[in-house]
């Protein structure tokens, strides 16, 4: 069928034609946001879930919603060993420039933007701070408002963060509105940064400030935080984001296909969620492959036949592959111990003993694993891939 015309959306972050299967988080997130807007008690949220599953898409869902009611609003992507510091200053200014032309006192929100300009140019001893500037510059955070110094500018992230927060926040309280950072792979924020946020969050929502962090990582966030923070379990409300029901995952096929007045038989849909197991990924990569080879509608369970190796093709190439590449030989060598072992958590002395190695000398390629987000650990001993279906593609790899 025209492939002009094909509705579905294999990639990161890509917006999928129909958000299938996440009514109650969008649900909960509305509820998130009334509350907060009214200073009420309220948890933030923090979705977790394996690659893939559509985090960052429900993420920038939350962010548009929060948009739709005026809220200011910002997002970072994390990165291992970068201080979140200057893209929380970017975000924020982002999120301060949506509320700026609705405040009635521009002398507020000028002052504002000189704690954020302060906030953003702090000297910290923190060597991740400075990555990436030039040596003995001063960053310019293209914020037009003079720094307003003795504020936010302690170098201290976890001080600088609360007084940061809590004066952005009074400018979305004069709005009756509130302020909301998205931060994408969060597991990959540095350790001391994730406490200086928990802190900043905390300290907000003693106060009642309307400003909310939400979050999105794997599956080990929750374990990250905690092991940070014991109280952040009673900060931050988890949603683990997992595989599509069989009619979430129907639907997602067919609501966009409809539009298209293309239809599917129910083999056609059998077949499609045996290949997809409800992943929403492969819901759209085999979606994708099969609009494209059918050649007219209804399309069939033979079209998806067809189709089914060709999307194993891509899948293998792209999704599979192009994180595979990213692993040594010797972190290789261990996943594939892994994946011998099956698709469950497998314990890690078992991976050693398999690879008849001490468990320690494997140390560092595990732990370069979880880095590289290949791998997680949500409990002491277990490891798991981040990857759905991982252990099947390296078990049909040769050696
Ligand atoms: N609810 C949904 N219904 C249908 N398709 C979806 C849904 N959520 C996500 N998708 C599709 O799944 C794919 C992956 O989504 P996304 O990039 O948000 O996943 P992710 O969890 O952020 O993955 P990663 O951990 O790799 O960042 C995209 O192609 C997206 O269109
Ligand atoms: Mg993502």
């Not at 560092?364 to 791998?375: M, S, W």
Request: a neutral charge; charged letters at 25%; hydrophobic letters at 40%.
């Amino acid at each position: 069928m025209d492939p002009v015309r094909n509705p579905y959306a294999p990639g990161a972050g890509q917006r999928p034609p129909e958000l299938a299967g996440r009514e109650r988080e969008v649900r909960q997130f509305e509820i998130v946001l009334e509350r907060v807007a009214r200073g009420r008690p309220e948890r933030s949220m923090i979705l977790t879930g394996l690659r893939g599953v559509g985090k960052t898409v429900l993420l920038n869902t939350f962010r548009s919603m929060a948009i739709q009611r005026l809220w200011g609003s910002g997002k970072i992507e994390a990165r291992p060993d970068q201080s979140i510091r200057r893209p929380v200053a970017a975000a924020m200014h982002m999120a301060l420039r949506e509320l700026a032309p609705r405040h009635r006192a521009p002398e507020r929100i000028d002052r504002v933007l000189g704690v954020l300009k302060a906030f953003a140019q702090a000297k910290t001893d923190d060597p991740k701070s400075a990555k990436g500037a030039k040596a003995g510059s001063r960053w310019q955070p293209g914020i037009d408002a003079v720094a307003v110094r003795g504020r936010a500018d302690s170098g201290d992230l976890e001080i600088d963060l609360v007084e940061l927060f809590v004066d952005a926040a009074s400018i979305a309280t004069d709005l009756g509105v509130g302020i909301a950072l998205f931060i994408d792979e969060m597991q990959d924020v540095p350790a001391e940064d994730v406490s200086a946020l928990c802190t900043a969050c905390h300290e907000l929502s003693q106060i009642g400030g309307p400003l909310i962090v939400v979050g999105a990582g794997l599956p080990h966030l929750p374990a990250v935080l905690s092991a940070s923070k014991s109280y952040s379990e009673r900060l931050f409300r988890y949603a683990r984001i997992d595989r599509l029901s069989r009619s979430a995952a129907d639907h997602a096929l067919t609501a966009p296909a409809g539009l298209e007045e293309v239809e599917f038989e129910q083999g056609a849909l059998d077949a499609l969620y045996e290949a997809s197991d409800g992943y929403p990924f492969f819901v759209q990569a085999y979606g994708k492959v099969t609009w494209d080879l059918s050649l007219h509608s209804p399309i069939t369970a033979d079209d998806v036949r067809v189709a089914a190796p060709e999307a194993e093709e891509e899948l293998a190439v792209g999704f599979f592959g192009s994180r595979y590449e990213r692993a040594t030989p010797a972190e290789r060598d261990y996943m594939r111990a892994m994946a011998t072992l099956g698709d469950e958590p497998v314990p890690t002395n078992e991976v050693a003993r398999s690879l008849d190695r001490r468990p320690s000398s494997l140390s560092p390629a595990r732990d370069n694993l979880i880095k590289k987000g290949l791998i997680y650990s949500a409990e002491r001993g277990l490891i798991a891939f981040t990857v759905p279906h991982f252990g099947k593609f390296l078990r049909r790899q040769p050696e």
